[in-house]
């Protein structure tokens, strides 16, 4: 029986690995460059390169293996077909299993990287002991991954959990990324609170340490804890849109909990004080007891949660 | 083995029941009322005495049972408990499968009616033959019911697929049921359609035909049928809410399809020609293949859904 697990997290400028025992422990965990040339066609090959370098390193066989997880940023199915076009890596549709399962064959797994680190939180990280969770990645965008009775809701074409590009604005002039206006994302994500502060700082004089150097969400949320009323205004904005964006994913799924993480989560708790007052707000009554925890295993997530997929 | 399956859907104001073959055909269909005095205490002795009566009169015995499904609204979480208080029958928690087995000792399992809706549309409805989909019920409120892989997300606390309290007005004066403001139920129900009837013909005097006699979902749409202008920009704002909210809906659980049922959905296919731009402008490219489709099982889908949570 396999004693290990490599989770492979692929992202557009490295994939992180990660070599696990069954009780998901990590063992050993590396990263390779993300090669993007000829449509990302040596990516998989690569890993296998590396995964096989490894298990030599270590004297690991195949029968020794479990399998291999595989997280990546596109629309993947239950069954590792990625259903369109993964534009940072230049992949267009295939089922990633058997391609990485013709280098090295062992079973292998996959599916949409936001959704493996939902897993590997719950799994491992911050989501530990619940079933039913909704981990939200506050970073460059909004990523969320919906974990139901302990599994990944992936949906019909790999669009579960798309929580970033909830419509939360009808007065938005600006585009998102995916086109629409008036996305979570807007407001929510490390941009979307520069944007928030953009407006803010713009529309009076009132004295604020954001006016000098560079606004960021950390130098927002540094601002915040420092008394600096501007920047509580900023954050209680953001609160106000992440709040209610999350009531609604709560009307839907009615998780137990959601775990934050991301970039934007290394402001702690504090979080919490601004986005939870809105939530209660706008929150169904039967969906107003939902917990909020922080996440903990920040970029781990995904080589966790893609072992998880083998492992769990 | 048994044979037969009877398929309970308690309402507020009578109770549907229908006796099921193997294949999912209803035998029988019949109704009893609701009895809310005593909160309710009477419910589930009433459906007990109404099975063995029929059972009685079809000479089944228990063992040509498979069991007894339920649908009742409330929160009911995958156990059969009731974690709230029901306020439509007046019941406070209990387990409800516990107690209808106390009467008539088969496997019993119960579920919010809405979902269990859902399930019948999925298992012999419009919605058969799909496994992750979502029905809405355009009733007096607005109702859904989540299928994910074939199973109801019934969600922590009972409350998935509760999409009728999904936020979309940021300027609505006038309180939900819930006590929320700005909920898709006060604009795409049967009372929300008024809701935005009577605010359009308030605006201005622009002549139409809903001017005359009682305004409904009926007469708005029947107007919109036959060319009436204020009826038609009835139909675009509703459209517009529901299309916005479903969309919202897409983002997170990604279903194949819609399955519209409920009175205002007996206007037909013409709903989707007000819904569908909407959700085209407002859902995630991912998402927007969703297709809608109208339910099938009418008043019966609960019924079919309840025997369905047994014999499916």
Redesign the interface.
């Known amino acids: 029986m396999g004693k290990y697990a490599f989770g492979v997290d692929i992202g557009g400028t490295t994939v992180k690995i990660g070599l696990f025992d069954r009780e998901g422990c990590a063992l050993d965990k590396w990263e390779i460059p993300t090669v993007k040339d000829n449509e990302g066609s040596s990516i998989l090959p690569d890993v296998a390169q590396s995964l096989l370098d490894k298990m030599k390193e270590k004297g690991i066989g195949r029968e020794d293996l479990v399998g291999i997880g595989v997280g990546a940023p596109g629309?993947i199915d239950?069954n590792g077909n990625l259903v369109?076009r993964a534009v940072n890596l230049g992949w267009n549709p295939f089922n990633i299993p058997k391609a990485l399962g013709a280098y090295i064959d062992v079973p292998v797994k996959a599916a949409n990287d936001a959704n493996a680190a939902a897993f590997g939180e719950m799994w491992q990280g911050g989501g530990k002991g619940f079933s039913?969770l909704v981990a939200v990645t506050l970073g460059t965008g909004v990523g969320?991954g919906?974990i139901?009775?302990g599994?990944i809701?992936?949906?019909?074409?790999?669009?579960?959990?798309?929580?970033g590009?909830?419509?939360i604005e009808?007065a938005e002039a600006e585009s998102c990324g995916?086109?629409?206006k008036g996305c979570l994302e807007q407001y929510a994500s490390a941009t979307g609170i520069v944007r928030l502060a953009r407006r803010r700082l713009e529309k009076d004089d009132t004295p604020s340490a954001l006016r000098e150097g560079e606004v960021s969400a950390r130098t927002v949320f540094d601002a915040v804890k420092a008394g600096d009323r501007v920047a509580v205004e900023i954050a209680e904005q953001f609160g106000e849109y992440l709040g209610?964006g999350l009531?609604?994913?709560?009307?839907?799924?009615?998780?137990?909990v959601f775990v934050i993480g991301g970039g934007v989560s290394k402001a702690g708790e504090i979080l919490f004080q601004f986005v939870e007052p809105a939530f209660q707000?706008?929150a169904?009554?039967?969906?107003r007891?939902?917990a909020f925890i922080l996440a903990k295993l920040g970029n781990d997530a995904g080589i966790y949660g893609a072992a998880g997929l083998i492992l769990n």
């Open positions: 629309a239950r369109s039913n969320g919906i139901v009775d599994n809701l992936t949906g019909a074409s790999g669009g579960g959990g798309e929580i590009h909830i419509h009808d995916c086109g629409k209610k009531a609604n994913v709560a009307s839907v799924v009615n998780p137990e707000r706008y169904f009554p039967a969906c007891n939902t």
